[in-house]
């Protein structure tokens, strides 16, 4: 059981892991800036998410687990949220950057 | 494994750092001197102190940066191409930097064998306050002095921002840049955040007297969630001749400073607390700290007023 829950962790943490590796070469390979930002976003949400999902069978107690969950949560909502201010000012006075 | 990791951090930090000073065009210095901010409050917590860890992340990058990036904005119309300086002027500067980095790398290395340290005895009469966090036994019963006056130097720089106004609009409203739009997403992450931001500042006061946490790292949590507020328009700024911000901003420093004075007659010293009851006096305390800082802080991210309002 200990062993199934060790291999989860590894597997969901490497997961994580490359989306984060993942969204970096395309931070800085993708052509504009509204790409780079969808590049990101897969780093905000699976990259975290699946980290955070890894180190759930690790976390000491519910409350630990909760505290993770909400981690990844915020972070969702302010990811989204600033996405989408950089994004508007993008298209507001298109891509220069 | 832990080695690797504290090497692979310090060596990000430097090369931000470099990163920082080597950049011309100051937002993007600023964004990445925030970045450095967030690293060095991981290196911190490395160094098991999370109290400090937390108010480097709060502090050093959170509110600082966002002064620095409205310095950077004001900047930015008078920014003016960066005109070369000469040799002469360029060996100087370095030469004297080296010397200052030698001399701080001659201090580290050659230091006394054993520094003195108060540490032990802090841990052996903490129980004595009923506090369980030693860093805030340190700041409210050994060191309450430091901590009153950093409070006080808090104002003054409140004070200082301010007194940059012209005389016609004294009394007026801080020039913070308002982004309200009917549509707003941001007047949506104004609305969903601050209930969170809120009971987090209030649970860091709150822990601060037994775990890592405090007036200031709450306070500035506060603030951030003030400042988002007000940024999104969904609620006035404040003018600064408001009298009910004044008292909100010396509220605290004051409840601070009667409770030392009422030391001088109950417990025969300033800022001493009289027995059995100093871990209520330092919550007090905290509590009021945490309310002053939040609007200080929020009114100086907030800069000189701008504008009058509307009489």
Redesign the interface.
Known sequence: MNLALDIFTVLAVSAGAFFFLAGTVGLLRFPDPLTRLHALTKVDNLGLGLIVLGLLPRADGLLAALKLVSVWL?VQ??GA?VT??IA?VVRRDGSRA | MSAAFDIALVALALALAAWTIAFRDAFAAVIAFVAYGLLLSLAWVRLSAVDVALTEAAIGSGVTGMLLLGAAARLRRTETPVTETGTPLRLASGGFCAVISACLAAVVLFASDLAPTLAPDVMANLAASGLGNPVAGVLFVYRSLDTLLEKVVLLLALVGVWSLAPDRLWGGIPGLRVYGQPSG??A??AQ??PP?GIMVGIYMCWTGASYPGGAFQGGTVLAAMWLLVMIAGLRDIPAIGSRRMRLLVVFGPVIFLAIGLAGVGLAGAFLAYPAGYAKPLIVAVEVTLTLSIGVTLGLLAAGPPERMGQR
């Open positions: 915020l909502l302010c949220i989408q201010l508007r | 997403i941001l949506f992450l969903v955040l969170i």
